[in-house]
């Protein structure tokens, strides 16, 4: 085997003990649901990254899913002229991000309201709940949020279990909370593959591959102590309050306008305060290099990207990768990635793609709070206490992905 890959291997445990070492209550972790939630991440990643004919799915839901998103062009193309058409295309102008990936998250928002108004979404996501509590014996309330956060945002997928927020066990809060801050939204997830290209089966293949694990992480780290009342059952409760197919598409448009708005807001800030910090930083000059934040968090950072098995020449890169998405955000960090991708193998980049699908950020502890404080008020406090823990933990899930991803690629 080649000793990458095993690294990779050992350091997806490695994170599941770091888990451990911090958890609350060691005496109170039930083993069930960690070994099967281990158990089901690497049954994911394995039949979608080595089995043929999970594989052959794999790619066809990718393409799947491509010609879906690109759908969005003919939309922005028509808006915004030449600035909209997708990259490549005949009279195209590069990636424009606020014309070309920002109205993907638009498109995407829209399409998703459709699919939840006819109830499509609901089908999945009580199959995906059901296979989690059954096999992890998760409550029926954090297996639909943790299902549910595979395709919405880390606000929105509490609403599917919102008449129970004010009931959760302190566990299940927590357990909520991560699910909804190492997952992706599936309104983000088309803005990643724009940005930078990347493959929508690791995309694909990390978002299945962390529903289990940051259950089995949240769990180990505050474990369960109390009864939860939704235990053995589930009930998904999204309200429609859209009249019609068409109203469920306008309400999901403008939903998704406020997103991108807000995604692009944050990146004219956050890349603006980078070169400003490294404009700063640029002072220093440290092995004949100006010191910039891509290098400081690099070397911050390499240990972890060595854990997960990338060669020492490109750690440092990777490093750097990991510590833009915790620092500022992961649409960053795909920047980022893009930026050093020609430093990198294909494996490594691999890696550091599953490792930052998430949103485990500083900024997610402030949204969190604002989010879900918003929709049970009582209990904001509780959650901004436990806003460090769950990046903690958020984060340690999407790298334990990334080392499962990394021993088999």
């Known amino acids: 085997m080649d000793p990458l890959r095993l690294v990779s291997a050992l350091g997806a445990f490695v994170m599941v003990g770091l888990a451990i070492a911090i958890a609350r209550n060691r ?20 039949v979608l990254l080595r089995v043929p004919a999970g594989r052959t799915a794999l790619e066809a839901a990718a393409t799947g899913v491509q010609t879906v998103l690109d759908r969005s062009y003919a939309g922005s193309s028509f808006v915004f002229g030449q600035l909209g058409l997708q990259r490549g295309g ?12 920002l109205p993907t998250i638009v498109f995407v928002a829209s399409l998703f309201a459709v699919l939840y108004h006819l109830g499509i979404m609901q089908i999945i996501v009580r199959a995906l709940a059901w296979v989690m509590m059954r096999t992890m014996g998760a409550s029926g309330a954090e297996s639909l949020v943790v299902a549910a956060s595979m395709f919405m945002g880390q606000t929105e997928a509490p609403l599917t279990v919102k008449p129970f927020l004010t009931r959760l066990t302190e566990s299940e809060l927590f357990t909520i909370m991560v699910a909804g801050m190492a ?34 992480i949240a769990k180990i780290i505050v474990p369960e102590t109390g ?25 999901g448009a403008s939903d998704g306008l406020k997103l991108a708005a807000n995604v692009g807001a ?41 854990l997960m098995g990338t060669p020492p020449s490109e750690a440092v890169h990777v490093g750097s990768v990991l510590g833009t998405r915790t620092v500022l955000n992961e649409l960053v960090a795909f920047e980022t990635l893009h930026q050093v991708a020609g430093s990198l193998s294909a494996r490594s980049q691999a ?14 502890i402030g949204i969190l709070i604002g989010g879900l404080g918003g929709l049970v008020p009582e209990r904001k406090s509780e959650i901004a206490r436990l806003g460090v823990r769950c990046l903690v933990a958020a984060t340690l899930a999407n790298f334990a992905s990334a080392c499962v991803a990394g021993a088999l690629i």
Do not use: H
């Open 183 to 216: 997952s992706v939204s599936g309104a983000i997830l088309g803005a990643y593959v724009t940005i930078g290209g990347v493959p929508i089966e690791y995309l694909l293949t990390a978002v299945a591959m962390t529903a289990p694990i940051s259950l089995v």
């Open 227 to 251: 009864t939860p009342v939704t235990a053995g059952r589930i009930d998904v409760d999204i309200p429609k309050t859209d009249a019609n197919v068409l109203d469920a598409a306008a309400t």
């Open 27 to 46: 005496k109170a972790i039930r083993w069930r649901p960690v070994a099967w939630g281990i158990a089901l991440q690497w049954i994911a990643a394995i």
């Open 266 to 306: 944050m990146l004219i800030a956050f890349i603006a305060l980078v070169a400003l910090l490294d404009a700063l930083l640029g002072i220093f000059t440290i092995a004949g290099a100006p010191l910039t934040m891509a290098r400081l968090v690099g070397w911050l950072f390499m240990p972890i990207a060595l």
């Open 90 to 101: 005949d009279s195209g102008l590069g990636v424009v991000f606020a014309f070309q990936v």
């Open 351 to 364: 890696i550091a793609t599953f490792a930052i699908c998430g949103f485990a950020n500083v900024s997610s």
